[in-house]
């Protein structure tokens, strides 16, 4: 399957896919994550029932932490 990430034209291997499995499959931490698909943002919770199809444009904002802060 042909799908677009960040503006990047990837070619995802498998059948179905859920948006989830996806995540899981890219190595990125759930809780860290938020995913627009085409241009509309998928809360977390329907992540596992969300199928991807052919053609589908994802932008993926994974949170980094760390650091300190300093007063």
Do not use: Q
């Amino acid at each position: 399957m042909r799908i677009a990430i960040n503006g990047e034209e990837r070619e995802i291997d498998g059948g179905e896919l859920t948006l989830a499995a996806l995540v899981e499959h890219l190595g990125m931490k759930s809780d860290r994550v938020a995913v627009e698909l085409n241009r509309e943002i998928v809360a977390r919770e329907r992540w596992p029932g969300t199928r991807l199809r052919e053609g589908d444009r994802l932008e993926i904002v994974h949170f980094v932490g760390g650091g300190r802060f300093s007063f």
